[in-house]
């Protein structure tokens, strides 16, 4: 989630390095900020995957029913 957030605030976070840098190690490439989605979309996937299985321990019995009416 909180890559989510700096992806969506990219043009601030660059704009805030820029203005109050001391060096360059700070400042993120373009290839930085495709990288972080790229890590952003496979994470997802098992957060979605977790959240799952996080509902079905939560009600099995509402899954179960699910299913067979399904």
């Keep these: 989630m909180m890559i989510s957030t700096a ?3 990219k043009t601030a976070i660059n704009l805030f390095c820029h203005q109050y840098r ?3 190690d700070g400042l993120l490439s373009e290839k930085d900020w495709q990288d ?3 890590l952003q979309d496979f994470l997802l996937f098992f957060y979605a995957d977790a959240s799952l299985d996080a509902s079905i321990k939560d009600k099995p019995q509402q899954h179960a029913l699910a299913r ?3």
């Design 22 to 24: 001391e060096n360059n």
């Design 36 to 38: 972080l989605q790229k």
């Design 68 to 70: 067979r009416a399904g």
């Design 7 to 9: 992806t969506k605030l």
